[in-house]
């Protein structure tokens, strides 16, 4: 009777291995919301309400930010979570931007800018810049993927190849940025009105699409912030500088985000004489290597 019991009773683990904790959907919810703020800044776009989509954007970079740091926090990691966060990203950093500035260079739905209709070439032609930028961040995600598995040499560890994917975004939505923040601050359009002339056109937008899809396909070196560390006579500088930055962004988000966007930018090649200055040392220390 005691062995029949016995092989009657259920095994503990057995559940334990068909369940998982509610805390491990954590990290992946993070990512779905980002998902769909993404998502909803395309639809915001096709309507041409941009400061809308903007602000879709922003959240789903937010949670960007946050999904990886939960799921460390919470042990929680898992590759179904690191596939839809990629998925994820070239949703929000790739189509997004591509498609807000699709929308925004050729006139909104109605494809008009300032009551005049956009030339149908160009229309085209700003289309296909943005699927260009599009499929280079997707690209890019790819190629992050593969080189998880791949050892990296030492001087490497402080650098992104490439511009990633959310650098990339702000990047090429800078020029918009910039553009409304001065409009509703000073009135930019109507007192430098070539300058608003010349950020606006489709020329230009179509230019920094193809620039910043480049660099983030290109396997040109950017500094990593996570790895840059502060000595300890530095860091109360450090500290207010990052106090001075916050304070901006309650001041005026928009406008500060836009700057920092074209500091971004002007980094790169400072980001590529760095990693050419640490591989040269690294080389120097190491013949061998």
Sequence with gaps: MGRFRFRGRKDKRDDVKKSIPLKALIPNLITSIAACAGITSISLSSEGRFGEALVALLIACVCDGMDGRVARLLNASSKLGAELDSLAD???????????????????PTHEIDGVKMNPVLIRAVLACSLFYAMCDCFRLARFNTMLEQEQLPYWKHFFTGVPAPGGCWMVLTPYILLDSFEKTIGARAIYPKVYEFMSHPYFGMAMLLFVGVLMASRIPTVSLKAIRVKKSSQMPVV???????????FNLWLTLG???AIY???????????????SNYESQNPGA
């Design 240 to 250: 207010a500088l990052g106090l001075f930055i916050v304070g901006c962004l309650f």
């Design 90 to 108: 070239f949703v929000n950093f790739g189509v997004a931007p591509a498609m807000f500035m699709y929308f925004w260079l050729t006139g909104g």
């Design 259 to 261: 700057v920092i966007g």
């Design 265 to 279: 930018i002007l980094t790169v090649p400072l980001g590529a004489l760095i990693f050419l200055k640490a591989k």
